[in-house]
Nanobody, 124 residues
Framework: QVQLVESGGGLVQAGGSLRLSCAAS????????MGWFRQAPGKEREFVLA????????YYADSVKGRFTISRDNAKNTVYLQMNSLKPEDTAVYYC?????????????????WGQGTQVTVSS
């Protein structure tokens, strides 16, 4: 069992930056791939980026390449999402998730545990 708690969301102007954190409970955090997803009002939850259990593999959605970065600190049981050059279309609730496997999964069904989400709002 893994419990995930996101933090760091908020209101930012377009072009600004935010860093989200996701703290995980449990001693097996380092064995999970970690991902970030987002869901805007009226839309389906979509993949943003993911990182493998070791941190050696990452996978990014095209919409955030060059702007967002994922990293993890297994000693702190935490995964981070650094968001730069934010756009109004990045506005959504952002969720972190923990999943199995050796890669950096991009599908929701590959993740077993989810956080409660944190709101990110980008004003124009």
């Amino acid at each position: 069992q893994v419990q995930l708690v996101e933090s760091g969301g908020g209101l930012v102007q377009a072009g600004g930056s935010l860093r989200l954190s996701c703290a995980a409970s449990g001693r097996t955090f380092s064995s999970y791939a970690m991902g970030w997803f987002r869901q805007a009002p009226g839309k389906e939850r979509e993949f943003v980026l993911a990182i493998s259990w070791s941190g050696g593999n990452t996978y990014y959605a095209d919409s955030v390449k060059g702007r967002f970065t994922i990293s993890r600190d297994n000693a702190k049981n935490t995964v981070y999402l650094q968001m730069n050059s934010l756009k109004p279309e990045d506005t959504a609730v952002y969720y972190c998730a923990a999943g199995y496997g050796s890669g950096a999964p991009s599908n929701t069904y590959e993740y077993a545990y989810w956080g409660q989400g944190t709101q990110v709002t980008v004003s124009s």
